[in-house]
């Protein structure tokens, strides 16, 4: 879950960044990459392809330093990588070439709080970005071309795209 929120997290900060240079982006480019952020899909390929997350983690990263770190951090306990199966569930004895297995072995406040403080980062993150677009987005839509009402064309008539 924790690691849900900062990949939201990362989209919605893609989307603060996309709005704040949005005058640096053709009209054409700016729709596609705000196509691809709303309903963009690695699964359905009759929708825009999506952005690719780590990437996105990686730009917030570089305004941000450590996210990244945090985001591998929870991805090692998710997979079933050691961190998240022997790691969390065993104890090894090197000196008697041992290991045991059962719960509460290792402390787990140290891998509670990295979650939680990651989590809490995060949700910061993402709060920062979304109240940073609603600053942006009167002004945004006030560049925008109005969409004329459907009664004022005949149904024959070709729609063109704004450029």
Known sequence: MARAIVENAALTW???????TREQYSAKDLSESLTRLLVGSRKWEDLPKAFQILSSVDRMDKRISGVRASYDSLSEIAHPNWAGVLGLYSETDKSRFMTRFGRGLRGSAGTQSMILNTMLGALELFDHAYNRISDVMPA???ELEPISPGGDRDSDSEVQPNT
């Open 14 to 20: 893609k989307l603060m960044e996309l709005l704040d």
């Open 140 to 142: 945004f839509l006030g």
